[in-house]
């Protein structure tokens, strides 16, 4: 979680409050915690001032919080009187769900949820680095790498709405006639390219190239996105009803990542993608389909990550689970899991065969990609059918997606898309007011969030205060 996350606020009120109930200064707490620093996670002693820092800004490691709790003796009683619970803390965070109701049972969900509180720590740090960073860095060591880099911002979105989207970013070598410069070749510049969550461009280069030079041969082209990307949640609690999000399609042609982003972004919740998190573990994000199917499989049930909507697309009928993509392998879904189903027309299934995620140069021609048109066409279907024949308590809908080749149309449709997701959550008797929410958004990713709000109150979305509207 970054420091500014919603989570750490309420960290800050809890230390302040139990360091006065406990009559606990700044000093007298960084000794007593250094006298368990193996324990804490610390790799260094601290000090009074980190203590006041930790009071008023920066976090400690989240390892440190259960020997914090444990020092101030920590629990649910606001006057200190009941005895110390070491899953308080988190609880109170969000970090962990609901105690276990059995007492001896605390330590033990304690330790196990600890280490997915470390997983959910690393993936936030991630998603902390703001796009702009992501791309100084990536420039930063190309240089390092003697490598040079052209960085052309993009603005897109409805027609009138018009979003810092992304930026796109070719390298290629000092001397022009060298071939394309290979990330894996320079491991600096690999990790500022994973770190930033950047993601292969088919776009026109922005260096000029020479005439007998084609543009695969000579450029690594790359884009980070500023919608899309993972990003931490605002909101410390899930709302009532909606535990959390999950958009599925068959492919990246509906811009499931988009859809996902911008309804996590209205509602306060951080955003996930199966794709990037595979790409943790096995570097290339366009053949991990295995990995990000068991990846889906477990939030679905076992490891529902609460506050939070993440998206999952490509190969996305395993071989193992017929009840993919809505419910695990035994058949299991997490109660009020609000799923929605991006649903392809063929056009949109034909592009996607032509130009495959993670490939350079030009489209493949239509007679050379039957098969792969054929299968893509077998997902989708499948997967309608499963949602048709779903029963029981299981939240899945669906929405029509058709092909378009123009920016400004496509964005439309995930905007649109957008709108009634959060139309289908509102029907479903949640209501919210996310006013504070949005304001801190506008503050704070004002590349994108304006303009999101404005489309959204224009067109009476729910959750969305009238005063975005656009001003006529």
């Given at each position: 979680m970054a420091a500014h996350d919603a989570?750490?606020?309420?960290?800050?009120?809890?230390?302040?409050?139990?360091?006065?109930?406990?009559?606990?200064?700044?000093?007298?707490?960084?000794?007593?915690?250094n006298a368990d620093a193996d324990d804490a996670g610390l790799s260094a002693p601290i000090t009074e001032q980190i203590i006041k820092r930790w009071?008023?800004?920066?976090?400690?490691?989240?390892?440190?919080?259960?020997?914090?709790?444990?020092?101030?003796?920590?629990?649910?009683?606001?006057?200190?009187?009941?005895?110390?619970?070491?899953?308080?803390?988190?609880?109170?965070?969000?970090?962990?769900?609901?105690?276990?109701?059995?007492s001896e049972l605390i330590e033990a969900a304690y330790r196990l949820q600890s280490i997915r509180a470390k997983i959910t720590d690393?993936?936030?740090?991630?998603?902390?680095?703001?796009?702009?960073?992501?791309?100084?860095?990536?420039?930063?060591?190309?240089m390092e790498s003697g490598l040079g880099a052209a960085v052309l911002p993009i603005f897109e979105g409805p027609r009138g709405y018009p979003m810092h989207v992304s930026d796109r970013i070719d390298l290629r070598e000092p001397q022009p006639d060298r071939p394309a410069p290979k990330p894996i070749d320079h491991p600096g510049l690999a990790d500022?390219?994973?770190?930033?969550?950047?993601?292969?461009?088919?776009?026109?280069?922005?260096?000029?190239?020479?005439?007998?030079?084609?543009?695969?041969?000579?450029?690594?082209?790359?884009?980070?996105?500023y919608v899309g990307r993972p990003r931490p949640g605002i909101v410390h609690r899930p709302h009532?009803?909606?535990?959390?999000?999950?958009?599925?399609?068959?492919?990246?042609?509906?811009?499931?990542?988009?859809?996902?982003?911008?309804?996590?972004?209205?509602?306060?919740y951080g955003f996930t993608t199966t794709r990037e998190l595979a790409r943790e573990l096995v570097k290339?994000?366009?053949?991990?389909?295995?990995l990000r199917n068991d990846i889906h499989d477990n939030f679905l049930s076992a490891a529902t990550p609460t506050r939070r909507v993440w998206s999952h697309h490509g190969s996305i009928l395993s071989g193992d689970n017929p009840y993919a993509p809505f419910r695990d392998a035994q058949g299991r879904v997490t109660n009020q899991l609000v799923q929605i189903c991006l649903v392809e027309d063929d056009a949109s299934l034909l592009h996607t065969a032509q130009f495959p995620p993670g490939r350079l140069g030009g489209g493949r021609p239509v007679d050379e990609v039957?098969?792969?048109?054929?299968?893509?066409?077998?997902?989708?279907?499948?997967?309608?059918?499963?949602?048709?024949?779903?029963?029981?308590?299981?939240r899945v809908f669906s929405l029509p997606v058709t092909f378009s080749p123009e920016p400004d149309e496509r964005w439309l449709q995930v905007f649109r898309c957008t709108?009634?997701?959060?139309?289908?959550?509102?029907?479903?008797?949640?209501?919210?007011?996310?006013?504070?929410?949005?304001?801190?958004?506008?503050?704070?990713?004002?590349?994108?969030?304006?303009?999101?709000?404005?489309?959204?109150?224009?067109?009476?979305?729910?959750?969305?205060?009238?005063?975005?509207?656009?001003?006529?």
């Amino acid at each position: 979680m970054a420091a500014h996350d919603a989570s750490w606020d309420i960290f800050r009120s809890e230390l302040k409050h139990w360091m006065e109930l406990r009559r606990y200064t700044n000093k007298a707490l960084a000794d007593a915690i250094n006298a368990d620093a193996d324990d804490a996670g610390l790799s260094a002693p601290i000090t009074e001032q980190i203590i006041k820092r930790w009071r008023h800004s920066t976090s400690p490691p989240l390892q440190s919080l259960k020997v914090i709790g444990r020092i101030l003796g920590m629990s649910n009683d606001p006057a200190g009187n009941a005895p110390y619970d070491p899953t308080y803390l988190p609880r109170a965070m969000g970090i962990l769900e609901a105690a276990p109701e059995h007492s001896e049972l605390i330590e033990a969900a304690y330790r196990l949820q600890s280490i997915r509180a470390k997983i959910t720590d690393a993936q936030s740090t991630l998603a902390r680095a703001t796009a702009d960073e992501g791309v100084v860095n990536i420039v930063r060591r190309a240089m390092e790498s003697g490598l040079g880099a052209a960085v052309l911002p993009i603005f897109e979105g409805p027609r009138g709405y018009p979003m810092h989207v992304s930026d796109r970013i070719d390298l290629r070598e000092p001397q022009p006639d060298r071939p394309a410069p290979k990330p894996i070749d320079h491991p600096g510049l690999a990790d500022a390219l994973q770190d930033s969550f950047a993601v292969v461009s088919r776009r026109t280069p922005r260096f000029a190239v020479p005439a007998d030079a084609p543009t695969p041969t000579t450029l690594s082209p790359w884009a980070v996105q500023y919608v899309g990307r993972p990003r931490p949640g605002i909101v410390h609690r899930p709302h009532d009803g909606v535990p959390a999000v999950v958009i599925t399609s068959v492919t990246t042609t509906p811009w499931t990542d988009d859809v996902g982003a911008l309804v996590a972004m209205v509602l306060g919740y951080g955003f996930t993608t199966t794709r990037e998190l595979a790409r943790e573990l096995v570097k290339d994000p366009y053949r991990s389909d295995h990995l990000r199917n068991d990846i889906h499989d477990n939030f679905l049930s076992a490891a529902t990550p609460t506050r939070r909507v993440w998206s999952h697309h490509g190969s996305i009928l395993s071989g193992d689970n017929p009840y993919a993509p809505f419910r695990d392998a035994q058949g299991r879904v997490t109660n009020q899991l609000v799923q929605i189903c991006l649903v392809e027309d063929d056009a949109s299934l034909l592009h996607t065969a032509q130009f495959p995620p993670g490939r350079l140069g030009g489209g493949r021609p239509v007679d050379e990609v039957s098969s792969e048109f054929d299968e893509l066409r077998r997902q989708r279907d499948t997967m309608v059918a499963r949602a048709e024949e779903l029963t029981g308590n299981v939240r899945v809908f669906s929405l029509p997606v058709t092909f378009s080749p123009e920016p400004d149309e496509r964005w439309l449709q995930v905007f649109r898309c957008t709108l009634a997701v959060l139309q289908i959550i509102a029907g479903l008797g949640i209501d919210g007011d996310l006013r504070d929410v949005h304001d801190r958004l506008v503050r704070s990713d004002p590349q994108v969030a304006p303009q999101v709000l404005r489309w959204l109150a224009d067109h009476d979305a729910p959750f969305v205060d009238p005063r975005y509207r656009t001003r006529r």
